[in-house]
């Protein structure tokens, strides 16, 4: 049932971006308990970005490596990170594997 209206979904236009969604909901413990579901769960993935334009909330990494453009001045407009162009030269390593073991924790 789930594949035929996936298919039915992608058929339509980008704007049944919400149904898709309500259909990863929908079959989610399902889609769980298949096969390796961290493979599912990718294609589903890759489906939603392709057909609806659905980006995945950001990983762990992605969220760290923002922070800490933010706190060392990663680049961009500003020139360069912050203390002689290296953005890491600011962050105290023990407070940086701190944070690692926190966010590996969760």
Known sequence: IFCSMLLRVCEKEIKTG???TWLLKSFGSE??????PDVVKAYCTKIGRVYFNIEPPPSMMSTLENMMGMMGGGGGA???GGMGG???AGMNPAMMQQMMQQ???M
């Open 18 to 20: 919400p149904l898709y």
């Open 86 to 88: 290296n953005p890491m």
């Open 103 to 105: 966010m590996q924790g």
């Open 78 to 80: 500003m020139g360069g």
């Open 31 to 36: 889609l769980s308990t298949m096969f390796k």
